[in-house]
Structure formats: C-alpha cells, structure tokens
C-alpha cells in the first residue's frame, strides 16, 4: 500500500544489520542514515557532492551520501564510520589517524577514514599519487593533507605488519 | 618524564576517528524546531513591506521580526551598529530581516521561499575604493570605522635624502573560511529560565556577552556551551553571537528548543570572510639597500557594518612593516564600510593582508636597486635591541639571517633559481622560487590581554585528576591536547591524569577567546600557573612535599578534599613587566612575543594554460617551543595549504555585493591534488613568558605563502603580479600577447 | 537543503519495458534519473524544477559494455569508474578514460554515468569532447523501438537534444577505426581533481609521412553545446603539422569558437588556452 504522504518503505542493510525506513523517495541517504537512523557519524559539509564529508561505502563503492536518493539504496548494504572500527579495536587507518594527527577539527574525518579504508581495499599499497587522487573527493581544510598522507602510508606499513607471512612452501 | 614537547595522542582523537565525536547538527532535543532566516535582497535600502504568501500553513509558524527582541537589537562586540533583525533599513545582501520556526524542516524551506519582503533600494558601495573615496556615504559621517597613525622618526625628512624612491600598490581578495562545518546553534530560551544556548563557537563568552544584551538579562541567566567544532579558523569568531541571536529569539517565542544549522550556501553567502584589502607603498631607500624611510597606507573593507574591523585593522597595520629596522615610518590605515556581509577574523587576522603587500614590495625595491631579494632583506633584518615600527624595543634572540640561509639549504634555493633561470629560456612551463620573510605577534595586541583579564582554574579530583576550566575552545588545533601536556609537565604527572572541561560559561572561567595564536601561549601560561596553584595548595597544607609521585598527589588531594571541600585554583592574566603599548599614539610593545619565519615555494607556471602550481613549499619558523610537534606541524601544513588557497584558488566572486559563488563547486578549495609537499621545520628560542617556552603559531602559516608565490612567480614569468587571488585569468592578462 | 522534498517523485520501476511505457504515457512529464550526480545537486539547491522522475539506476538493460570487431558498445549506466577500469577501452579510447578519471572525485566516478552525462547535456562535461571525436553512435530507446543517432549533431543547443522526451539513452556505441590515431585530450579546470572545465579538448588525427591525412578537434566549454571544430579539421587536411599549419588553425580556431564570460572563467582566457592547447596537440603529432 502507498504511503498516503507520498513516503516509501526502503529495505537495506546498514552496518550488517536489515533495515526498514520509511521515507520520501527523493530524500537523500544522508538524511536516512543521520536522521532516521541516528546514525550521526556520517556528516554534512556541502550537500552537493564536493566535499565528501558525507561519504558512505554503497555495496563496497565508495559514494557521497548526500547524492544517492533513497530509493536508490533499496537492497543495498550501506558501511558508515560506525562500523570501520570492530568493538573497541580501531581500524589501522583510524589509529594512524590519530598517531599521525589526521584528524583536527575531526568533521570531514569520517569521510576521510572512509575514503581511505576503500583506497587501502582497492590498493593495499598505494603511490604518494595514488592516496593523493583516492582522496581528492574529501576535503579538508584543517591539515593541507600532509597528516592525512602519512595516516594513510601509516596504516598501510601497520597492515602489511599484521599480515601473516605466507605458511610453509 | 617529559610530556610537553612529545607527540601524545590527541584528547578527543579517538571519537572524532570513530564518528563518536557529537557536532551541533548532531544533536536533538525533544519538541525541537528548525529555525530559518529571511534576509535582505538588495544591497541597501528601506524595508516598505514585508507579506507571507503562498499555500503555507502560517499559523503554525513561529515568526520573529525586530520589534519582538526583549533587549537591544545590536549584536554586542566593538560598536553597537549591527542589529540582530534588520528593523527598517538594510545595509548589505543576505542582512537578517526575519526569523521563522517550525518543527518541520522541509515545510520550514518551503515558507522560507514564501515571504516576500519588499526593499526600496538606496544607493550602495560595494568597493574599499568607492568607500575610501566616499561616492557615497553609507556608514557614520564618512565611511571609516577605525583609522590609525604610527609614526616613527620622520618620514616627512626623508624623501630628499633618498638614493632611490620606489612607490607600489597591492591588493587582496576576500577569502572564505571554508570550515568544513557551517554555523550551527540550538537554543533553549524563556523569561523564566534564561538563556541557553549550545553551538559551534570559538568564544562562547562573546556569544554570552552578547545574548545578555539582546535579552536584557543578568549574566546568571545566560549559559552558552561549546560543542565540538567542525573548524573555525575566525570565521566562528564573532558570527556564532549573531545565529545564537536568532535561535534564542526563536525559542524565546515559541517555547521549544530551535535548531539552527545552516547549509553551505548560506553560511557562504551570509557569513563573514576575510577583509579585502589595498596596500599604497612609498619606500626610501640609500644606494647600499639600507631602508631610510616607510609610508604605508593600509585600507581595509569592513563591510556594512563595524564587527572586528578596528582589531583586524590593528594587527594589519602592526604588521605593515615586517620583522625590519627602519628609522623612519609612517603608517596610516583604516577600514571603511561598503555594503556588503560584514568581513571578519579569518586567521592572520589583516596580517596576511599588509604582510603580502611589503613582501612583494620589496621584491620591487630590491629589483630597482639591483640587488637579490634575499640581500635587500638581509640588510635590513631586525636584531634584538633594535626596534620595530611601532618603536617596540625586540628583547628577544631574532636571528632572521640564520633562518634565511636555512630556508634556503632546505629548498637549495641558489642552485635552483640558477637551474630554473636556464630551462625557463626554452620551456613552455616556467619554473621559479621566491620566498617571503615575516613575523607574527601572538595574543592580543597592544593593551588588548591586559583588558582582558583572562582568567583559568584548575580542579583537583579525590582521586588526583586534575581538571582544567578555561574558556578557551578545541577547534582541531588541539587546545584539548596541548593545555593537558602543559598540565601534566607543570605537575609531573601523567597526561591521561588531566582533563579538560567542556568550555561552559556556566562551569568555566573566562579565559578569553580562541583566537589571535593566544591559546597556547597566553592561555596555556594561565593553565600553567593554575595547576601550579594546585600544587601550592597542597604543599602550604602540609599534604605534600616538593618531591612526589603521582600516588602522593592523588592521595593528597583526597586528604585535601576531605578535611578542605574543593580543591580549585585560579589564575589570572598578568602581563610580563617591562611591556607598555600607548593606545594613542599606537607606540610600544605591540605584542609580548613574536614568531618568526622564513617561507620558500617553488613553482611552476604552464604557459599554454596560465595556471600557476606550487611544487614545493617550505615553512621554516622559529615559535619559542613547540609543545606538541605533530600538532604544531598539523598548524603550519593547515595554515600554509590555506594560503595556498588564498594566492592561487580561491576567488569571491561579487555582483552588487553579494557573492555569487557560494557553493563548495564553484568556490575552488583545493584538494588532495593540488597541494604540494609542505615541509616544516622549527627553530626553538623559548621564550620567557610562554608555557615551557611556546609562542602562538596559529595564524603565523597565513602569512607566508602569498608573497613567496608571487615573488617566485615574478621569478619564473619576469613578470610582476601584485594583486591575489591570482587566477590564471589574471596571469594571462598579465604575461600578455598570445604565447611566451 | 533547498528542496521540498514531498513535493518530488522518483519512482523504481525495475523493468525497461515499463519505464519506456511510463515516459511514453505523458511524454515529458517523467523523466529519468540516473545516478544522480547532477540531479541531485540541483535538487538540493533547490534549483530542480521538474519534480516527477523515475529511477533507471536499477535497469539491466543499460549496463556493461561489450565488444564486437566493429564497436565497443557502452550501457548509457556506465559508470566513470567502469569506464576507467576496462581493458578495451584503456587501449583504444583512452581519451574516454582520462575524461572518466577527471571527472569529480572517486565517489563521483562511482556513481556518474556516461548516459547522465549526455543526457545532461552540459557544455562543460568532461566525456563529451572525447565522445564526439570518436564519431560515437547514441542508441535510443522508447516504447516505439530502438534507433541510432549520431552523437555529433544530439545536441542541438544549451541543454537541448534530439532525444525526444518519451526517449531513453540505452547505449552508446564507439566505432574501434581510431586506435593507430594519435590521440590528445586535455582538461583545463578549476583544480586538479574535483574541478568543473573552464574548457576542454580532445583531439585525433590521422598521420601518414608526417602529413596530417584526417584530423577530428572537439571543445567543450566555449559555446551552449560542446563543438567539434570542423572548420578547423578542414584547414589542416593534408598539412604538415608545422609552424605555418599551426598558425593557420590558430586563426581558423579562433573564427569557429565564441566562449564566453561565466563564473568559472573569462572569454578571452578560454579562447587563448583552447589556441594554445590546439597548438600543443598539433605539435605532438
């Protein structure tokens, strides 16, 4: 049954949990994800797609999530900030975050940990040039980005650390 | 154990990496409304109508026009000439007129479109020249807010004993602050209970200053408290007081909390950005390159209304002169109204401005004279015993020399320039250096700290905590982290063992605002001698001895607690002896320190498409101590890729006084491509009067990048661009004809 | 947010069939939305005045790209980001690709379509330019059947097509004749990612003994539609690509395009820089 006030029912899969919401069609996925789901960690920076404060991973792409409609997010599964780290432990971009001061004033940091966790899935071992176009959809404007590089490079020597050598041969 | 100096981890670091970190817009209150603002369309003018059209249910709206504000209609800062809601007339675009609320946002916008307010124009100024000129009169009896003379020797004798003369005129643009979070407030508010308001700030006192006045209503009834802030950079200076405003109105009528948080556009459009500014030098100079004699005239546009114009202008015309001797000065500046958004702090605070000006002055002088950049400056640098322009006598080691040669090792400028002047004679891409010498004084100036009266506590807990309570705000330059390293040295105790308190005016002192690179070194000695007094305290009674552990401070305390009640101390700012500033004749010791810096870029011009990049930049400052190296190197690196911005990107376009590219795309910030490696570098000369040493290093990174740009452009095109933002627009129109 | 977001529709229809049927039931009165990227923002600057859209994001039929000896056949919801990663493309039509990497930030590119950025019809996209160069091919779709048009000639001026409103972007079809043409595209913006062009060209030509045998030249930016420069091409037809050619161009350039005064640049600056980027072009081949 339509919703008289013209308002859907979306079904998604937000931080591994399903999802029910129901809002206008048009609304954006930031209003869901913030407003109807609490989720806050997601923010706000320009409400058009520059700033990439917004960021959220769609089915593992990166996206903004003030440019996806809701409708658009029916049966996908939707990653936020809340859910990078596991229980108490930090992901290895969010402590070199705060190792290698990354995050200042911390608003566009959400986003920007985001945006780094998928460059380091994509490209575990990126080039200065590389992390510098991954993260060209983030703005900040607190660091000049020198920090938020060495977090990334940071975070990758960290994973490379954690990985188990290869077993027997 | 040495805490201050090291990197320890960031206070609020885990919950800003995590999303934990709770920012204004984040928040929710039950019952709570959104409030929005009707503002002016025109640039000046008289309100004649104002009508609520449209399918809108309007009965269900809170609306606030002027005549509902309880108090007075200013917003309390300098001068009492900016009303919170436009009564009658209006003085610039985007000037609040109206104020709605309602508890649905959507429907809230929708009506927001539906109030029609009618403006019989008046005649407008929109230019620092027009205003200067007074085409038209549009503030008090001639435009000026504030105007300043200082004079040292005599200029006037000067001219005809000059080898050479050399006169040059430099301008600069507005620049946005860009905090990645716009303003935002909510408000709880009613005759009965007073005022509260929470928001993104950077001087929650200011905000409380001015709700007291707008509300008629005794200090005990006004609360406002910072919540975490998405940057400020000045920009959340003086305008939170002006949204706290409004909200409180809002809630004030209807009862119920009232969220404002406004988009991008609108804090854009509305908010207050860096003064533009036009700089006239007249500069005397002997055959051998020694200074004789500075004339300096400083304008500054203000916008419509007086805001922090006169401050802006102070340290701009502080700052005029640089970190050189000159016997001889004249300064004369003011700030002037046109009709557009009132200009603000923005980091560096008119230094940027003045700074840039002189810096590539120089340049010019030292290319008359025939001689480098770099030797004109050395011989005139300003040594200790020698004075500055306002004839403060600098006590302090300043070895700007030394700085020079290092800058220039860092960034093997000679080899370079030479290796660039070569391949520049067949390259399509020009390459060039070009560095910038300055200083910055940190805290307020003049008299300013000693009017203040900054004050900071500190609280001991039973179980040996130590809380500090200061006023001061984290705004991600780490004020959190920094004032528990200085706690915790001071004490010898642990950094986790110290804490800082929410800034709430209903909790925590005055310790002044977050501004002017006084957070560490003028606030940061109050925490010093606060936690000091703590210590004091417990040592007078008996209950500790000069020498202790933690375990002994924490059971100390607990003692104290127990047999005393609260263990808090307070400090209260001093100012070092031997300084005095002469507020009229604008003479004396400006500032009570002085950071000192050399900044080198290295770039690289296209000639097919005009576009001008940084390929290397290196800051090299000397800042008393640093506290925290990655924080004091995150300042920099921010302040530098800032000014990066404000030489090459970021352009405020006008139309009639408005700013037609308020958004995110078409307001060019740069990103993560376009900043080149920003290396920093220290030097330390710690500095009596700082915690541990420091000196404020906020602002000091805004200076620098500009005139090192300009002039390394001027190195790779031989041609002089003396004007920012420089937009490949411009650079085409200068280098002229079809193709180098 | 600027928007009413009640006042708006956008519905999923899940099948083509139904969604030609919708737009073909009222034409004009839906239209499609993809990705959203451009829709979006204006939408929330309240800048989107038409309220009625049905989302195509979620139709097969307008995905993946596939190849035959004669074309590489793109689905109009082909993403930057896809564009980019493709093998055939990366080798053949590499202009297309760069034109995908700069065009906004990573999650623009992952969710920006080659489709929306036609439809969209802006002087300023970025894939245009290259679009055109290729001689592409548009296939559209509606409740009457397919056709095919030429991309050169769809748009007709600022922001108006040959796509009829009951229409649908399906494909986009590049013929593989170009790969042995030397290939230059160059993007001038505001900023190095994340940037709107101030102009935009790309350019082909096929060489034989230095001699220029055939050359294609496309700006965007400097008029209502993005323009191939024919007069131009005509002018360095059998040349060799030497100084007095290049002057040659230069002028003949200059009389085809008229760029204008806009937020984002000046006239006399994107007619300068299109002269010199035409020169840098014609001096690498």
Known sequence: MPDPSGKVEINLIVNDEPRTVSVYPMARLLDMIREDLRLTGTKEGCGEGECGACSVLLDGLLVNSCLVPAIQAEGTSIKTIEEIATGEQLHAVQQAFITCGGAQCGICTPGMVIAAVNLLERIPEPSQAEIRTGLAGNLCRCTGYMKIFESVVRACQDNKQNIPAPVGG | MEIVGHPVPRKEGRDKVTGQARYIDDLHFPEMLYGTTIRSTVARGRITNITFVGDIPWDEFVIVRAGDIPGENCVALILLDQPYLAGEFVNHPEEPILLLAHSDKYLLEEARRHVKVEIEPLPAIFSLEDSDNKKEVVWGEDNIFKAYTVEKGNVDDVWAKADLIVEGEYHTGAQEQLYIENNGVIAIASPEDGVTVWGSMQCPYYVHKALLKLFGLSEDKVRVVQVETGGGFGGKEEYPSMIAGHAALLSWKSGRPVKIVYDRAEDMVATTKRHPSRTRHRTAVSRDGKLLGMEIDFVVDGGAYATLSAVVLSRGTIHAAGPYVCPNVRIKSRAVATNVPPHGAFRGFGAPQSIFALERHLNKVARELGLSPEELRRRNFIHQGETTATSQVINEKVEMEALLDRAFELTDYEAKQQRFAESNKTSRTKKGMGFASFMHGAGFTGSGEKYLESVVGAEATSEGRVIILAASTEIGQGTNTVFAQIAAEALRLDYDSIEVAKPDTGNVPNSGPTVASRTTMIVGRLVESAVLGLKQTLIKSGLLKEDYSSDEFSLACHRYIEQHGPLKSFSKYKAPPGINWDDEKYEGDAYGAYAWAVYVAEVTVDTTTYEARVDDFVALQEVGKVIHPILAAGQIEGGVAQGIGYTLFEKVVWNEGRMMNNQMTNYIMPTAADIPPIRVFFEENPYAYGPAGAKGIGELPMDGPAPAILNAIEHATGVSINHIPLMPESIIEALGGDRA | ?285
């Not at chain 3, 034409?27 to 038409?50: I, N, R």
């Not at chain 3, 999650?107 to 036609?118: C, E, M, S, Y």
């Not at chain 3, 494909?171 to 709107?196: C, D, E, F, H, N």
């Not at chain 3, 790309?202 to 008029?223: F, K, N, P, Y």
Request: hydrophobic content about 40%; charged content about 20%.
């Open chain 3, 1 to 285: 947010m600027r928007a009413y977001i009640p006042a708006y529709e956008l519905k999923s229809l899940g099948r083509l069939t139904d969604v030609v049927s919708l737009l073909a039931l009222e034409p004009g009165a839906w239209k499609p939305f993809a990705g959203g990227t451009d829709l979006m923002v204006l939408f929330e600057s309240g800048k989107l005045d038409h309220k009625k859209f049905v989302s195509i994001w979620n139709l097969p039929e307008l995905r993946g790209i596939s190849v035959t000896p004669e074309f590489v056949t793109l689905g109009a919801l082909t993403t930057y980001t896809e564009v980019q990663s493709h093998d055939v493309l990366r080798q053949e039509f590499p202009m297309l690709c760069q034109a995908a990497s700069e065009t906004g930030g990573l999650a623009i590119q992952n969710r920006g379509t080659l489709g929306g950025n036609i439809a969209n019809a802006s002087p300023a996209g970025d894939s245009p330019p290259a679009l055109l160069v290729y001689d592409a091919k548009i296939e559209l779709i509606s409740s009457n059947g397919p056709r095919v048009v030429p991309y050169d000639g769809f748009h007709t001026g600022y922001k108006k097509m040959v796509m009829r409103p009951d229409e649908l972007i399906k494909s986009i079809r590049l013929p593989r004749v170009t790969q042995a043409w030397k290939q230059y595209y160059r993007k001038v913006g505001t900023r190095k990612a994340q940037a709107i062009s101030k102009i935009c060209f790309a350019g082909l030509a096929r060489m034989d003994g230095g001699v220029i045998q055939d050359i294609r030249i496309a700006l965007g930016s400097v008029a209502p539609t993005v323009v191939r420069c024919s007069a131009t091409e005509t002018a360095l037809k059998g040349l060799k690509p030497d100084a007095s050619a290049i002057s040659k161009a230069r002028a003949e350039l200059a009389r085809e395009i008229s760029p204008i005064d806009d937020i984002r640049s000046t006239a006399n600056y994107r007619l300068r820089v299109a002269l010199n980027v035409l020169e840098d072009f014609l001096t690498g081949l």
